[in-house]
């Protein structure tokens, strides 16, 4: 089964028919890859962050759970996970990202430009790109105040998340772009279709 | 200055011109509404939980707090604020919520079909409303396992939020018909533009 890797710092789109599953794999470990996926059909379907979590009544989606489309549709299975611990609720780091948080002159176009640059060509507008599931990101809330702190991902050498796709799908699909949330290295991100 | 009441399980949409400001005022108590916003010169342009979020690190936005869009734009201030429990995680509750959450046979249209309604006059696209800022909508998160439980609201008779808007809006707005959100009794809302 053939394996693609995804560059540091970089992104990809390709096509996910239904039926087919795409595994994310995490080869180095503690590195976060950005997933979202739209209908290949009708691109104005994508996955929903508000629904999925809604629907399955928790914040940390692993083996067994759905995740849903703006349209309350399936769009991805999860049915393998060795981690256990992705995040659901942040934007893709962007250039107004780094520019914002981590206050950068010269900001990066991050994941948001990468996964921009490869949906293109699929014609989905940049103004579309919604909350990723955010693979191996690991954001610790304190449940008193909320405050969200990005630590580093839990994902080891070799771990990875697969997804079965439940409609014929657009992935964009990046190797994360942030220092703090790839605990401050880039690395590559790759991922297997079958 | 004149307060506009929305009926309980209903919405409205309207304009809310830069520096305007918007109280969200709950007349009884324990009733959540609502809320979206769309820059009113490029209605592509729209409130973004991720973005939000993200770049305050907390899940729990209050007095001071800056709401961003899609284009990491800051669209409201919240400039008061008598609750500090607001929910920004969760879609609008809709027909779809009460099939799968509520199991109803024959399901009310919720927020999302309200929402739907009041902004379609305004070119808002269905498939285009975003995650909403929750008002009053208390979501109580087990740190460990992540698990979502949506409690009755803190507010009580009277309090309010308040939001000033940092550029020209159209405004989507509810009276939220989820009766796990609103200690199962469906009220109304009010609010006021100065």
Redesign the interface.
Known sequence: MTVTTIPPRSGTAFRLAKGECLTVIDPQGEQVADLVVFNAQDI???I????S???A????LTTGDLIYS???NVVLTIVEDTVGRHDF????C?R??FR??YHDEHPHQGCFGNLEAALAPYGV?S?????AFNCFMNVV?A?A?????VEAPLSRAGDYVKFCAEMDLIVGLTACSALQSNNYSFKPIEYRID
Do not use: M, Q
């Open positions: 104005r379907e994508a929903s962050s508000g629904r979590l809604d629907y009544s928790k914040l940390y703006n349209r309350s609720l942040l934007t893709p962007s107004d990202t914002i948080i507008a103004d579309a790109i919604p909350v809330i449940p105040t909320g405050a969200l702190t």
